[in-house]
């Protein structure tokens, strides 16, 4: 079988690309390879369904452009389409006196990304928006906003059938071969012949790009983020969405709360080492993948300058007692008790050799592929964005 352009990956990104590709190029030959027997099975399928608004990111980078226009796609496909979302709002809340220059910077920096409706708040407004919060100052967001992103992903697949588009379900990767101007992706459901390779493949987009090119520097850190719910009858205390001030040094938000979509609250996420790859649960070992993580030069790095930070993390995955805690910081009246288990995620983190976090999207361009290989959030909210992004750079290959 022969095709114009593989997509490797059936989550959001790899959704979305291949939908803008067939928007923009209708009677392109596109084939869809997901591994798992169903779309968005990993990071968007256990995102906390949140729409970003742009406010965390520096201005310029990937992230800031690709959050504010995916923003503002997002919301128009949504329109078009009847996907339900509610841009409830939320407040950034600092609970601490040197947490406020880090919040006036951020706001600063929301500023400086056109978000012009952003506004400082005094404690008696943030008591009005959020009664329960506790805070020494804070800032309103109002475009933020939540959503099912599993919703948004379907209707991406709907649409890239509808133009003509292939997905094949079941699909592994095993290997990626050049062969001329073309290249051989071999999978567990046969071999394809492409002009072109892109990969979104998320958790393993390290992987699949190694498969396609000897000059990628980066590993992928899996992050485990795990959750807990509010019992119904103490989601009274949360309004809209309540974030802390996020450490800079960090690209994790630290543990807030999320109305979601469905109803309920969620409270979290924490940020520890997945022992595997798609390890939703401490109980989910891959030694192979686990050693890769530990023996990466650039995790160690991360590990020694940061070790204290992350023996934290580690302790309130393991106590509940300390996760409530550091949900007391924003709402002091959460008790241990209020809170139930809820579900997790996995964050695909790149991490370069020299020990950086890598704090922007990255793509990256070989011969027969485009390789996106740092795209965790606000990849959703920014997913059409990105798709609009690297089905440019894949078109320019056909002129």
């Known amino acids: ?214 000059d990628i520097n980066l590993k992928i850190i899996p992050f485990r983020g795990e959750y807990y719910k509010l019992k119904p009858e103490k989601e009274y205390l949360v309004k809209h969405l309540i974030y802390p001030v996020p450490d800079p040094n960090f690209p994790f938000l630290g543990v807030h709360f999320t109305r979601m979509m469905e109803g309920g609250i969620e409270a979290g996420p924490n940020a520890v080492l997945a022992f595997r790859r798609e390890g939703y649960k401490k109980s989910q070992i891959h030694l192979g993948e686990l050693m890769e993580s530990l023996l990466w030069p650039g995790f160690q790095k991360v590990a020694a300058k940061y070790w204290k930070t992350g023996f934290g993390e580690l302790y309130r995955s393991f106590s509940k007692t300390a996760f409530t805690k550091a949900l007391q910081k924003l709402i002091p009246e959460i008790q241990k008790e209020d809170l139930i288990d809820g579900g997790a995620g996995v964050r695909a983190q790149a991490c370069d050799r020299s020990g950086g976090l890598l704090d922007d999207f990255a793509i990256y361009e070989s011969d027969q592929a485009i390789n996106v290989c740092n795209a965790p959030s606000p990849a959703a909210t920014s997913s059409l964005a990105i798709g609009d992004t690297v089905s440019n750079l894949a078109l320019k290959r056909f002129e």
């Open 1 to 214: 079988m022969e095709y114009d352009v593989i997509v490797i990956g059936g989550g959001i990104v790899g959704l979305s690309t291949a939908h803008q590709l067939l928007t923009k190029r209708p009677n392109m030959n596109l084939l869809l390879l997901e591994k798992e027997d169903g779309i968005a099975r990993h990071q968007t399928g256990n995102n906390s369904g949140v729409i970003h608004s742009g406010l965390y990111y520096k201005p310029g980078s990937l992230k800031a452009i690709n959050c504010i226009n995916g923003y503002n796609m997002l919301l128009d496909f949504c329109d078009k389409e009847g996907i339900e979302y509610e841009l409830c709002g939320k407040v950034v809340v600092a609970t601490d006196e040197f947490q406020r220059p880090l919040l006036e910077n951020l706001y600063k920096r929301g500023l400086e990304n056109g978000l012009t409706q952003i506004s400082k708040i005094s404690i008696d407004e943030l008591k009005e928006i959020e009664p329960h919060v506790n805070g020494i100052d804070a800032i309103k967001v109002p475009y933020t906003g939540i959503i099912d992103y599993k919703a948004v992903a379907a209707r991406y697949a709907e649409k890239v059938e509808q133009n003509g588009g292939e997905l094949k379900l079941g699909a592994k990767v095993l290997s990626i071969k050049n062969e001329g101007t073309e290249c051989i992706v071999e999978s567990t459901k046969g071999s394809f012949k492409t002009k072109l390779v892109v990969n979104c493949a998320g958790l393993y987009s390290d992987k699949v790009a190694r498969k396609t090119s000897d």
